[in-house]
Nanobody
Framework: QVQLVESGGGLVQPGGSLRLSCVSS????????MGWYRQTPGNERDLVAA???????HYANSVRGRFTITRDTAKNTMYLQMNNLKPEDTALYYC?????????????????WGQGTQVTVSS
């Protein structure tokens, strides 16, 4: 069974930085596209950054140039470096699979979601 544990969130002033981590057991980051999602109260969970199984990053327009997604496949760990944070980045951040294909079969996020890590950007 897949387990995902996010950490690294906190309270930061606008313009500040945070580095989120996602540690997985039961998930192989090198064979699936993985992503970072965020959710604010009353809204759906949105994908903000993803990395293909081959290691190519993709970003939502709202975070491109400020966020960087990386991974350490040996540790089954994924990171999100967030720089120049803005108040609108305030959200609960989760990691999970992104959409992709494997062996001709489409997949999406696992049903299991971790607890997430809260990021609050405020002065």
């Amino acid at each position: 069974q897949v387990q995902l544990v996010e950490s690294g969130g906190g309270l930061v002033q606008p313009g500040g930085s945070l580095r989120l981590s996602c540690v997985s057991s039961g998930a192989n980051f090198s064979i699936y596209a993985m992503g970072w999602y965020r959710q604010t109260p009353g809204n759906e969970r949105d994908l903000v950054a993803a990395m293909t199984s081959g290691g190519w990053p993709h970003y939502a327009n709202s975070v491109r140039g400020r966020f960087t997604i990386t991974r350490d496949t040996a540790k089954n760990t994924m990171y999100l470096q967030m720089n120049n944070l803005k108040p609108e980045d305030t959200a609960l951040y989760y990691c999970n699979r992104a959409d992709g294909y494997r062996s001709g079969t489409r997949y999406g996020p696992w049903d299991y979601w971790g607890q997430g890590t809260q990021v609050t950007v405020s002065s």
